[in-house]
């Protein structure tokens, strides 16, 4: 079964410190990777996705395949990257049916 | 270009009584997927249709079905509701499965 770990739930940072927001999964097969971001009142929203290797609002993740991990890293935080922060997993669990699990979410604040 | 919306936006309803919840995706996404948000078990996803069909599903109970429109609208359906499925209901509407837009979502309390 597919596991997403995200071991801290909450992250304080100063703003213009480096953050990096771990997520560790398991699954033996090839992952699809994606981060969500929920900013206070606001809607859940993708944030990137591995396959695109793109880079959103300053943040990337790389796919570590060895390690089982897809942290999001940004080199100077900001104060609005202030947010709860999900990793989500999509893999299939079993004659192609497709699930995205989630972790339980990092809450990043960023300090002035 | 509207987003996705979902009706109602707040629901209470007791033990044993059934709910429909509603979800307009956004013009021209024709899948729709399902999440629950609750407080111990984070985001949970449910179920995902794409034309009408159910493509993939979560782990949950039969008690949780859906269905989609010609339309790309969506329905999910709880019967028979439990205290534990107090939660915010999320739905999430795309054109290609990589890019999801989410509605505000609904929050149902079962008391």
């Known amino acids: 079964a597919q596991r997403v770990t995200q071991p801290e739930k909450l992250l304080s940072v100063f703003k213009g410190a480096p953050v990096e927001l771990k997520c560790n999964y398991s699954y033996s097969g090839s992952p699809e990777l994606f981060w969500y971001v929920q900013y206070s009142r606001q809607r859940l929203q993708l944030l990137l996705r591995?396959?695109s290797r793109e880079s959103i609002k300053g943040f990337t993740a790389d796919l570590n395949k060895g390690e089982t991990s897809f942290h999001l890293k940004k080199p100077f935080a900001q104060e609005e990257d202030s947010a709860m922060y999900y990793c989500a997993l999509r893999a299939d669990g079993g004659g192609s049916n497709y699930k995205l699990t989630f972790g339980k979410g990092t809450l990043l604040t960023v300090n002035p | 270009k509207a987003g996705v919306t979902q009706t109602p936006r707040y629901l209470i309803k007791t033990r044993g009584q059934q709910v429909t919840l509603s979800c307009s995706p956004i013009?021209?996404?024709?899948?729709v997927s399902w999440y629950q948000q609750t407080p111990g078990q984070g985001l949970q996803f449910l179920f995902e249709y794409f034309s009408e069909t159910q493509r993939n599903k979560g782990n949950f109970p039969g008690r949780f079905s859906g269905r989609q429109f010609s339309n790309s609208r969506s329905e999910m359906n709880v019967s028979t509701l439990e205290l534990g499925d107090s939660a915010l209901y999320l739905c999430?509407?795309?054109?290609?499965?990589?890019?999801?837009?989410f509605g505000p979502g609904t929050r149902l309390t079962v008391l």
């Open positions: 999430a509407s795309s054109f290609t499965w990589d890019t999801q837009y």
């Open positions: 591995h396959i």
């Open positions: 013009s021209g996404h024709r899948s």
